[in-house]
């Protein structure tokens, strides 16, 4: 009888015991891992092959002719990208800026795009730009020790904080205010903007390689990627998920926060222009999936802890409230009771490519069976935008716009 009644007086505690266990697994899922626990991995054959000169219409020779100076050949990510001609002009656009046009040093800007490719594994964005980076004055030791990173004896003070600031916005998505306030001591607004926006710009397109699979064009040994370097990401953790004040005030007048804040610097304003692509010209849209489309805006939203981005695509941007999606079970993740099979494949393709900064060969054929190359294409270009749209506004603390819904809180925490 004393062990009957003992046994059912530890079931009593089953229930309760049950329920925190289940409640701890769905909020160990409701974020993913923070990026930057691991290199990521790359892939040995292309998921979307380049396009073959063969292939080339007018069309594609108008955007070689527009995106690269005359006589250069276009490497493996540009032959990449034409397969689809409309996404040339809204990824070149803006990387030719943030590559060309920005107010950063020549210097700076390829001390943050190499570092920014290092952190995503990319070794094709690495052995683009060594020879600009070796242009600009910085020597082989040097490049090496962008690879090592912020903690690396040899940088000054000032280049040092624009590393952690890559690095800090590539595991956090956010850059805590010790770091940008020491940037802010010697940038203005627009310099400021530049070099957010080129560690966010650099992530986008890595992603979106890494995920093609666009293979590294041939280069000398001392232009490849250092291999034999320890891939350490070392950041404290993100101090605040929104900002209360904006970092940059947006321009006065009306109209909502996202443009006005970058009006401050329009000649970077003018550039921007990945999201018309997501939004107008995707298949994801075209195709009536508007649905795929916001979920895979929102959980990026989630995961990078944008409260901005997830505001607008609640409401009057993606709408995701007025068409009916579960928010509440979308902050949860793939793994919540209720999802259908596709549609948990989709926020696991958002969750990998967070963490990861690349999808696994598992998750891009189960959506691949039903997607075809294009909308694969446009899938990762949807969470490779949204990732680096995400990363600036959290960076400039953008505040979102008058009675538009705010981030709401991790479950659990």
């Not at 994801?284 to 990078?304: Q, Y």
């Given at each position: ?12 505690l ?42 080339w219409t ?46 950063l ?48 004896p ?63 064009d041939?280069?000398p ?42 009006n ?44 901005y ?65 294009r909308?694969?294409i446009?899938?990762?270009v ?32």
């Amino acid at each position: 009888m004393r062990s009957r009644t003992t046994r059912s007086r530890a079931c009593l505690l089953c229930g309760p015991l049950l329920q925190a266990m289940a409640a701890a697994a769905l909020v160990a899922q409701s974020l993913p891992d923070r990026p930057g626990a691991a290199p990521p991995i790359q892939l040995a054959t292309p998921r979307i092959a380049p396009l073959a000169e063969a292939q080339w219409t007018d069309a594609h020779r108008q955007r070689l002719e527009r995106f690269l100076p005359a006589g250069t050949p276009p490497g493996s990510g540009f032959r990449t990208l034409l397969n689809v001609p409309e996404l040339v002009d809204h990824t070149m656009s803006f990387h030719s800026y943030i590559l060309r046009d920005s107010t950063l040093q020549p210097r700076i800007r390829e001390l943050l795009v190499l570092r920014t490719a290092w952190l995503h594994g990319s070794d094709v964005i690495w052995r683009e730009r060594v020879p600009f980076a070796r242009t600009a004055g910085l020597s082989d030791v040097e490049l090496r020790r962008i690879a090592v990173g912020p903690a690396a004896p040899g940088w000054d003070d000032f280049e040092a904080n624009l590393l952690r600031m890559a690095d800090q916005l590539f595991r956090n998505s956010f850059v805590n205010d010790a770091i940008y306030q020491a940037i802010a001591a010697r940038y203005d607004a627009c310099h400021l903007m530049d070099a957010g926006m080129t560690v966010a710009d650099v992530a986008a397109i890595s992603f979106l390689y890494n995920n093609l699979g666009v293979q590294p064009d041939d280069a000398p040994p001392a232009d490849r990627m250092p291999r034999d370097v320890s891939y350490v990401v070392d950041v404290p953790a993100r101090e605040t998920t929104t900002l209360r004040t904006p970092r940059v005030a947006p321009l006065p007048g009306t109209g909502t926060n996202n443009p006005r804040t970058f009006n401050v610097c329009r000649t970077l304003n003018a550039a921007r222009n990945g999201s018309t692509y997501v939004n107008q010209i995707s298949m994801l849209g075209k195709s009536g999936r508007a649905r795929d489309r916001e979920l895979l805006i929102l959980r990026t939203g989630w995961n990078s802890q944008s409260e901005y981005e997830w505001s607008e695509h609640v409401g009057n941007v993606g709408r995701g409230r007025q068409m009916g999606l579960p928010l509440d079970r979308l902050t949860l993740g793939p793994n919540a009771p209720g999802w259908d099979p596709f549609e948990a494949t989709l926020l696991r393709f958002a969750d990998e490519a967070y963490r990861d900064s690349i999808v696994s060969d598992r998750t891009w054929t189960a959506l691949h069976e039903r997607y075809d190359d294009r909308m694969m294409i446009d899938a990762t270009v949807t969470v490779a935008n949204y990732r680096m749209v995400s990363m600036a506004l959290n960076f400039l603390g953008v505040q979102i716009n008058p009675g538009e819904e705010r981030l709401p809180a991790v479950p659990g925490r």
